[in-house]
T-cell receptor, first 109, second 115 residues
């Protein structure tokens, strides 16, 4: 599997942008980058995905470097409800998602 | 539309017992996957079913089994429960089986405690 590396934790001030990095240096050309998050005691929630181009939706933006070896998830205006564990995933076999430990993001008032 | 539903929400069993967990996918979704999440870790893939056939299996012992029904709902069965089986069991559904983009929708999970 293409391994991902994420910082174990990070803090963010409410109303500010949160930038979550992910390294995936062994990603292959046809593998997508997915981001999911898991709020405490809930199932993971899909945020965004991308292959080569930067992507934006109502939840977040995904910036993928030109060499595709790393990416950044951006939450433009973090709220307290964005406190969660964020998972960066790059290996998908069929519908199998390989979750790592993720980044625990704490948004502080 | 209803999301993925799982039952029961919580369950307490003792070692050696058997447990059955149930999952109903989003209407129209034909693929169901099961994950185990031990406290403090990310979810680990157990099984994937598509059109009632097993399409993937994670590194779990034969005590774990699953099936998918004609209405695409699914059951996860675990025999001879061990203390280490205590975890949140998550079900995810998606419309199809794909190698590229595929968004999976997760249910709230079943919290299993083995005493």
């Amino acid at each position: 599997d293409a391994k991902t590396t994420q910082p174990p934790s990070m803090d963010c001030a409410e109303g500010r942008a949160a930038n979550l990095p992910c390294n995936h240096s062994t990603i292959s050309g046809n593998e997508y980058v997915y981001w999911y998050r898991q709020i405490h005691s809930q199932g993971p929630q899909y945020i965004i995905h991308g292959l080569k181009n930067n992507e934006t939706n109502e939840m977040a933006s995904l910036i993928i470097t030109e060499d595709r070896k790393s990416s950044t998830l951006i939450l433009p205006h973090a709220t307290l409800r964005d406190t969660a564990v964020y998972y960066c995933i790059v290996r998908v076999e069929g519908n199998k998602l390989s979750f790592g430990a993720g980044t625990t993001v704490t948004v502080r008032a | 539309d209803a999301g993925v539903t799982q039952s029961p929400t919580h369950l307490i069993k003792t070692r050696g017992q058997h447990v059955t967990l149930r999952c109903s996918p989003i209407s129209g979704h034909k693929s169901v996957s099961w994950y185990q999440q031990v406290l403090g870790q990310g979810p680990q893939f157990i099984f994937q079913y598509y059109e009632k056939e097993e399409r993937g299996r994670g590194n779990f012992p034969d005590r774990f089994s699953a099936r998918q029904f004609p209405n695409y709902s699914s059951e996860l069965n675990v025999n001879a429960l061990l203390l280490g089986d205590s975890a949140l069991y998550l079900c995810a559904s998606s419309p199809f089986l794909a190698g590229g983009y595929n968004e999976q929708f997760f249910g709230p999970g079943t919290r299993l405690t083995v005493l």
